[in-house]
Nanobody
Framework: QVRLVESGGGLVQAGGSLRLSCVAS?????????????MRWFRQPPGKQREFVAR????????YISDSVKGRFTISGDNAKSTVYLQMNSLKPEDTGVYYC?????????WGQGTRVTVSS
């Protein structure tokens, strides 16, 4: 069982920045678990389907960013804290939505409760 807790959302003006955090924990979750995980960020704009934003595979130190946010968003992680971050710069109103953290460990999907980001024009 993996618990994901997102934070860092809020209201920001267009052009501003936010950093989202996702902390992974659980009864049997440890540093090795985090390293073996596939960590992702998704978002769900109002009235739309959930969409992929960014991905990080800690054991390979590899990252992937959706074309829609490339150049503005970066994903990073802190293995010691079992935390993945999403740094969002040059925010646009179309970035508004609920941002979800997703963890895939041992082929099981886990989701956080989401954190809301609102970008005003």
């Amino acid at each position: 069982q993996v618990r994901l807790v997102e934070s860092g959302g809020g209201l920001v003006q267009a052009g501003g920045s936010l950093r989202l955090s996702c902390v992974a924990s659980g009864p049997a979750f440890n540093l090795t678990s985090f390293n073996l995980s596939d960590m992702r960020w998704f978002r769900q704009p109002p009235g739309k389907q959930r969409e992929f934003v960014a991905r990080m595979i800690p054991r390979y130190n590899s990252t992937y960013i959706s074309d829609s946010v490339k150049g503005r968003f970066t994903i990073s992680g802190d293995n010691a804290k079992s935390t993945v971050y999403l740094q969002m710069n040059s925010l646009k109103p179309e970035d508004t939505g609920v941002y979800y953290c997703n963890n895939i460990l041992n082929q099981v999907d886990y989701w956080g409760q989401g954190t809301r980001v609102t970008v005003s024009s």
